[in-house]
């Protein structure tokens, strides 16, 4: 028997999270919930070749097409059997808590991609403990996961840092390239702006740079069980000094290229771990590599290097999808990363 699944949020990384259901043997889509017009009350099958992404169906799935994308989750939620939850609808977790408490109500173990829902303890204390308190009442499980953060900021970390007998400074930098993406990240970067529009924005918080960044830090100090005083967080424009252009936004040189975030942790005035995510249009423009960067110094030291960076989209979507039979076996009640086994890709099919 598959597992079957509901997603919730058919936008770019939800579209993927279907795309590789369907590659999946032991995957079964039995809902679709979104609640934008043009896709609402369409078939998904539908929805994904308007968007060019749909591609060949595996012939188990080939039925899953037609399911109806839902605008009325109570529709689904509670009505139609289903295990798991991947919800992809937003960044913050007031935003995605009324969605993730109605789906624990319908006894679904939930899966989010939403940045602050890799450990919703830190910004939303109370909103996280009624997560917890929901997820133990119904016997099913929470979690929040993702490229960055879910994992090569924080779970990547982690794990390398089992090999070291002790360890005085973690640095990291994922450094990446954000052309593909379209006009809302460029403006919540800050992308196509002045100098002087980047600082107002920052005030007025237009601009916010990476969405994550506390909850990355404090994952890793709490899996090595550092007890943090502060973590502190910057933003600061990349200022260009060549011409670059996306389809959705042009810079020319004194324009922002993009946003240089960086967040610390500090014990006792000494900076402890040092994240770093400069993201900007274009870096090959100036002879910039993305990668993804760790240094442990430590005993030993260990260096990590991904060059390119681990894809952004691929990568959100594979860890969503491939979290279900983790969390399908985990304890109830609201988990992070560091509270799994090590994630890996993993197939599991139930007998009839
Ligand atoms: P998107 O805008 O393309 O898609 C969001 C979809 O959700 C849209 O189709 C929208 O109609 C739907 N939606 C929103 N609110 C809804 C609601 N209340 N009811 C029903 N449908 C609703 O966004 P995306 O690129 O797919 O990303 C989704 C979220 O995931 C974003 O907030 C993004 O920042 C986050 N994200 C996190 C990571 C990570 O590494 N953790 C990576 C990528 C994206």
Redesign the pocket.
């Known amino acids: 028997m598959r597992n079957k699944v509901i997603l919730?949020?058919?936008?770019?990384?939800?579209?993927g999270m279907v795309s590789a259901i369907w590659k999946r043997p032991d995957l079964e889509l039995v809902g679709v919930?979104?609640?934008?017009p043009k896709?609402a009350g369409q078939e998904v099958g539908k929805v994904l070749a308007l968007s060019g992404i749909i591609d060949t169906i595996n012939k188990e799935h080939l039925k899953e097409q037609y399911i109806k994308v839902s605008?009325e989750?109570g529709e689904l939620l509670g009505k139609v059997q289903a295990g798991v939850l991947l919800l992809?609808?937003?960044?913050f977790t007031r935003q995605v808590f009324p969605?993730i408490k109605q789906a624990l109500e319908a006894g679904l173990n939930v899966i989010t991609?939403?940045?602050e829902m890799?450990a919703p303890m830190v910004q939303e204390p109370e909103l996280g403990g009624e997560m917890d308190r929901l997820a133990k009442k119904h016997g099913v499980s929470v979690i929040?996961?993702?490229?960055?953060?879910?994992?090569v900021l924080d779970t990547l970390i982690i794990a390398l840092t089992a090999p070291c007998m002790e360890i005085k400074k973690i640095r990291a930098a994922r450094i990446n390239d954000l052309s593909p993406f379209g006009p809302?990240v460029m403006a919540t970067q800050g992308v196509g702006s002045t100098p002087e529009e980047f600082a107002s924005g920052l005030k007025s918080g237009t601009i916010v740079g990476h969405?994550?960044f506390p909850e990355s830090v404090h994952l890793i100090a709490e899996a090595l069980g550092w007890k943090l005083d502060e973590i502190r967080q910057e933003r600061e424009p990349i200022i260009s000094k060549t011409s670059r252009q996306t389809p959705c936004v042009r810079v020319e040189p004194g324009m922002v290229a993009g946003c240089r975030h960086t967040a610390v942790g500090l014990i006792q005035g000494r900076t402890v771990i040092e994240l770093e995510h400069p993201q900007q249009i274009h870096p090959e423009a100036e002879g910039i590599e993305t990668g993804d960067y760790i240094w442990i110094e430590g005993t030993p030291n260990i260096n990590l290097a991904i060059k390119p960076e681990i894809p952004?989209?691929t990568?959100?979507i594979a860890?969503a999808v491939n979290l279900i039979p983790h969390v399908l076996e985990a304890r109830p009640g609201l988990l992070t990363m560091k509270d799994l086994p090590v994630p890996c890709l993993r197939y599991i099919r139930h007998e009839t």
């Open positions: 919730w949020g058919l936008g770019a990384m939800g579209s919930i979104d609640n934008d896709k605008a989750p992809a609808t937003g960044s969605q991609i939403a940045e890799a929040g996961t993702g490229i960055n953060p879910g994992f809302t969405v994550g952004g989209g990568g959100t860890m």
